[in-house]
């Protein structure tokens, strides 16, 4: 392997090309730190560049093995129709005949939790409870890895990334034929018919009747018979979960608030306006367009929006839902202010988890009070009457019309490729 990547990477201060494929291989067997991967190679360099050393050698090796390796070794093109023929069993011979079969079967990767929202709900899978990401096994009868087609919404069945792949993959149709054996489970039931409309001949394992209690002799059989060949592409989803790279990862941080005592009795004066129908969040508001020239509002800045949302969680969640907000309403920040009185504001946000869930949040500003100029909020979120800080959808709010337009922030488009791959699918 070092071989074939020692021609494009030149040998630097810190490492060989050999040592760059060791560093790649430990990565994906002990998944550790990228810190404690450049002590045990004895990177020489400074504590604070350890981690940068490790991380631009890893994704180094990674791209020259991707171009080296992977084309040749991984996709649907990457055999001939005769060459796929000869991954036939004496099993696969016998039960399907000596068309060409195809198992298929999803499987899944842990990822943390985006910071963009968009992302995070369609990574989310109510299924599991955790993100993910999903991809798609096709193995031959032998268990050789055809290809590993990925990545799809963790909202994803293995019913709709197969009609998706059938549809766009190409050169599917071009190794497969009509005939063709195309063993799956049942999860795939739903998309039986398209296979079919292409002339695959479908092997799944049998479905009970309405009133039925078990399985007649023949439709026992033949799931016997698919069972008997299907379990190698579970067995290749053990092998490829063995490594700890891609096995399941916990890193989750905590921060813990700690509440201003003289906070603890205050109640919102917005809030008891909004419950006791003086004040309709429902209502058709008054829009504000161009806020950059035509709105004044508080400047703020960040020592006093860390006082004022008693931490900096809700903060750090800001850019995050400003991202979102922008991006819904086409670079704009919608705002309203209320048709009876000018002093209230108010904006809709999404939530973050749910794509039919939003709420109204309502801020009351005062620009000539140099001290306290935010005197109050309020959110519909289930937290969102607090007094002891306030809702990452309110502190959104604060922090973008306040601080972030004042200082040219942009939203990172780091996450914005992998979205679109993700939605589009």
Known sequence: MTTLVAPYMRTSTYRTPFEAVCLFWVKLKTNLSFRQI????KITTSEDNIRRRVEDTLHAATTYLNNTIVSNNLGVAHLTRIEALAHHTSYSGIFFGDQLSMMWDGTYVYCYKSNDHVLQRECYSGHKSRHLVKMMSLVLPDGYVLDLIEPFSGKSNDSTITKEILSTCANLQHLCQAGDVQIVDRGFRDVVEEFETLGYDVKMPGLLGKNDKQLDTTDANESRLVTKCRWLVESFHA??????FFSERIDQSFLLNIAMVNL????????RTVNNGILSLRKKWIPLLNIDNNFNFPVLDVDFLRDYTCGTYQIKQSEAYAKAHLHEYDNE????????????IRCRLHSRHSNSTRYFICVQNDENDEEEPSKDHYCQWKDGKKTVGCCGHIATVLWYLGYARHIGWKPSSRTDRFKEEIISC
Request: no cysteine; proline share 7%.
């Open 239 to 244: 092998r490829f979960k063995k490594w700890r």
């Open 38 to 41: 450049g002590t045990l190679f």
């Open 264 to 271: 603890l009795n205050r109640r919102s004066e917005l809030e």
């Open 333 to 344: 920040f919608e705002l309203q202010i209320s048709p009876e009185n000018d002093q209230p």
